[in-house]
């Protein structure tokens, strides 16, 4: 029973298309976290939540936007996707307080933009 | 700003082998410092944890101690095995704004 789910899993999409992606977390944590991960950069931080009805702006959030309707599920929206945006993307989810690294990750999305 | 660097992109090592990947980190803070392991096909999944409390963490193996001095926190261990081969990412947590800051990550590649 995985705690981090995220769907879809694979995804095509066209330039100028709109892509939401989707992540479902039952660990009750506060926070939720979206990354893009490319060969060379690692991860890299593009929005995050700390609770129902927030969202903040991670360190690359041009072009994406996050939207946090309920304590376990939190969406990525790209409304007019870009070939740049071709990339793994995973969300996470962790507890509020001093940890703020130890953190749960989903199993990640593919997304290509052609 | 806070970061946190890798320098070996990949490592390549035998079975039985000793390990040794380099990080190194920059902060005004006391740091919690972090490796995350990501298996292939999956997302990153802690490994350990080191605070300034314990200077050092341990598990299934890997050990990371804590240098001040040398504001290093490389990842080690004494045998790796194939089911080692895995992306290793050191990670630090941004105590001003409270998110994390990762380093771009060391592919491991074991040998049978």
């Known amino acids: 029973e995985a705690a981090v789910t995220q769907s879809p899993r694979n995804k095509v999409a066209v330039t100028g298309g709109k892509v939401t992606l989707s992540c479902n977390q039952t660990?009750?944590?506060?926070?939720m976290y979206w990354y893009r991960q490319d060969t060379g950069h690692g991860l890299r931080l593009i929005h995050y939540s700390y609770g129902a009805g927030s969202t903040e702006k991670g360190d690359i959030p041009d072009g994406y936007k996050a939207s946090r309707p309920s304590q376990e599920n939190f969406s990525l929206i790209l409304e007019l996707a870009t070939p740049s945006q071709t990339s793994v993307y995973f969300c996470a989810s962790g507890d509020a307080g001093r940890d703020y690294a130890e953190q749960f990750f989903g199993p990640g999305t593919r997304l290509t933009v052609l | 700003g806070d970061s946190v660097t890798q320098k070996q992109g990949q490592v390549t090592l035998s079975e039985d082998d000793f390990l040794f990947i380099n990080c190194t980190y920059s902060?005004?803070?006391?740091?919690?410092l972090f490796w995350y392991v990501q298996y292939p096909g999956q997302g990153p999944q802690l490994l350990l944890k080191v605070t300034t409390a314990n200077n050092k963490g341990i598990s299934r193996g890997f050990e990371a101690t804590y240098d001040k001095g040398t504001t290093s926190f490389h990842l080690q261990k004494a045998s790796v095995q194939e089911s080692d081969s895995a992306v290793y990412f050191c990670a630090l947590v941004d105590t001003n704004a409270y998110k994390v800051i990762f380093g771009k990550g060391t592919h491991l590649h074991v040998l049978p």
């Open positions: 902060t005004t803070t006391y740091p919690t």
């Open positions: 660990n009750n944590h506060n926070n």
